[in-house]
Each structure stands twice: as C-alpha cells, then as structure tokens.
C-alpha cells in the first residue's frame, strides 16, 4: 500500500485488487453524439443539454473567495499562511467535484448508449486563446478518457472523430456548409434546407453522423432537458476515491 499526502494536507491510501471478468451491459438501441462546449458542458444529439452541478459551481465559488481572502493577508504572517492552506483545500474540493461530476456522466451515457461519439477535442484549437482558462476548467480530456476507458470496459463503441469539417457550420438535416456562424449565434436556420437548428445541438448530431452513427432527423429539434444521473450513479465518490495520481 502506498500513502500519499497531498497538498490540501489530505492523506491517501493506494493498493491494487484483481478484478473479475469483464462487467457487461444490457445492450441498448441508442447512440448519441456528443458536443462539448462552454455554453454548456456537454449537449447530446438527442437535444439533451448538460450544466456542470451546483455542487461543482459552490466548490469553485469557495475557491475564488479563499483566492482573495490570500490577496488581503500580510506578506509573511501566519494568518497569510492559514490562507494558503485554505487555498489548497478549496483547490482539492473542486478538483474532487469535477472528477465526481465527470464520473456521473460518462457512466450515464455509457450506460445509456450503445455508441458515443465526441470530436477530437476543439481544445485543441481554442487552447491557444483566451477562452484557454474555462476549456482547461471543463476538464474535457479527463472526462474524454472515462468516456473511452468506460466504453470498453462494458462493451460500448466509442468513437473520437477528427475535426475535418466544421461541425457547427454544417446543416446536420442536408449537408450543406452554411457558413462560419460566431460563438453569439445560438440558433440558425439553413439556407439550403430550412431547417433551424440549435447551434450545439446541430454539432452534436454532425458528430454523431460523422462517426457513421444512427441518429435520427429528430435529433436537430430542442427537447426539454432529462432528469439528472443519480448521485450514487458511479459508484464512486472523491472521499473513498484516491486520486488516479496516488
Ligand atoms: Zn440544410
């Protein structure tokens, strides 16, 4: 066994099991694509939009009111050192939240879906701007690698496709490019077809389409969104969980 102790002063315990055989699914008719966004976090084919939790908001509001309360303290004192182990503990909360969140998620939709498709990531191209700091806080990579380590541990197909076309650009119903559409544009209507389109609802469907997934026409219209994954869905919780680094 291996202890660890992290910067937030929490203390960590790390050992390995063997496992049974591979755990599988009931098999299931749908497959969805999926966007990844900063509107949202994620949007679904399907219409389906998904927020981060509250749960995960609090624990980052935390973190930026102890990141002040640290600007306000006497360079040197003991009250600026007390804040900066606050700091770290704010940093660990958030970073558990997030990877709870996570956890939920990728195990509904792998649950959920035969087949999951998302892009390879548009981090990629939006990691050298300023909206560098919210794509590293969606934590999106992390959440990619559940998605894809959790589709073959049950059975599923995961399929990460290339951003070889625009997929917000796109009509999803005929085909036709549309034309560059800024980040303010959250609906539009094709000029070819007439279709109108929820703008990540519509990347969504291309990159289910793109992976040669069966989604239907339906997917491009709005549905109201579904009832959150249950808390106890993963099977995991940050507090019996050990950092995957520890
Ligand atoms: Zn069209």
């Not at 930026?64 to 003991?78: E, F, I, N, P, Y």
């Not at 548009?122 to 806080?137: I, W, Y």
């Not at 609802?201 to 291309?206: K, S």
């Amino acid at each position: 066994m291996t202890v660890v102790r992290d910067s937030a002063g929490r203390y960590f315990a790390s050992f390995v099991i063997e496992t049974g055989p591979q755990e599988t699914l009931p098999g299931s008719p749908t497959e969805i694509g999926v966007d990844l966004g900063l509107t949202h976090f994620a949007v679904l084919s399907d219409g389906t939009k998904i927020d981060s939790p509250r749960f995960l908001r609090r624990a980052e509001k935390r973190l930026k009111k102890a990141q002040r309360d640290l600007s306000r303290k006497k360079k040197g004192s003991a009250n600026r050192a007390k804040a900066r182990l606050k700091i770290a503990r704010a940093h660990a909360r958030v970073a558990d939240a997030r990877r709870e969140f996570h956890h939920e998620l990728s195990t509904r939709l792998i649950r959920e879906n035969q087949a999951v498709a998302v892009e390879d990531l548009a981090v990629k191209g939006l990691a050298r701007t300023r909206l560098a700091k919210s794509v590293h806080d969606a934590g999106w990579s992390a959440f990619v690698a559940m998605l894809e380590y959790k589709a073959a541990r049950y059975g599923r197909a995961f399929v990460r496709i290339g951003r070889f076309e625009p997929t917000s650009q796109v009509c999803s119903t005929c085909g036709v490019k549309d034309g560059p559409k800024p980040l303010d544009v959250r609906e539009w209507t094709c000029g070819a077809c007439g279709s109108t389109h929820d703008r990540d609802v519509n990347a969504a469907v291309n990159v289910a389409l793109a992976a040669g997934l069966a989604v239907s026409a339906r997917g491009a219209q709005v549905r109201p969104a579904p009832v959150p994954a249950p808390r106890d869905e993963a099977g995991t919780h940050p507090k019996l969980t050990p950092t995957a680094a520890a």
